[in-house]
């Protein structure tokens, strides 16, 4: 079986860092697309950056380019989310999704709709707090 468990999530000041974790079981992460999204409290779910399978190419949203980075060890079947100066508005719950069965487009699933929500795998989420 496919599984992905974030971790990492906690409380940070404003300008702090943080890194998340999204372990895989299952699959192997150099081989499948892996995006990173989050969604605050009242406001829609959001990409935020997506590193792919083959060639480890890295996105990010406009809103946390030059503060994130993404990165993928494949001894650990596990990719990070290295958050720097945070900002209060970074606060959200994050999620890593994956779906083995499909060949997945990394800006597109940063730009969300239709292929985020059919997204097969899906981790419990980690929570991220930014206090200002």
């Known amino acids: 079986q496919v599984h992905l468990v974030e971790s990492g999530g906690g409380l940070v000041r404003s300008g702090g860092s943080l890194r998340l974790s999204c372990a895989a079981s299952?699959?192997?992460?150099?081989?499948?697309?892996i995006g990173w999204f989050r969604q605050a409290p009242g406001k829609e779910r959001e990409g935020v950056s997506c590193?792919?399978?083959?060639?480890?190419?890295?996105y990010y949203a406009d809103s946390v380019k030059g503060r994130f980075t993404i990165s993928r060890d494949d001894g650990a079947s596990t990719v990070y989310l290295q958050m720097n100066s945070l900002k209060p508005e970074d606060t959200a719950t994050y999620y890593c999704?994956?779906?083995?069965?499909?060949?997945?487009?990394?800006?597109?699933?940063?730009?969300?709709?239709?292929?985020?929500?059919?997204?097969?795998?899906w981790g419990q989420g980690t929570l991220v707090t930014v206090s200002s």
């Open positions: 590193i792919s399978g083959s060639g480890g190419r890295t």
């Open positions: 999704a994956t779906d083995p069965g499909v060949g997945l487009n990394c800006p597109a699933l940063i730009r969300g709709g239709e292929i985020v929500r059919h997204l097969e795998v």
């Open positions: 299952g699959f192997a992460v150099d081989y499948y697309t």
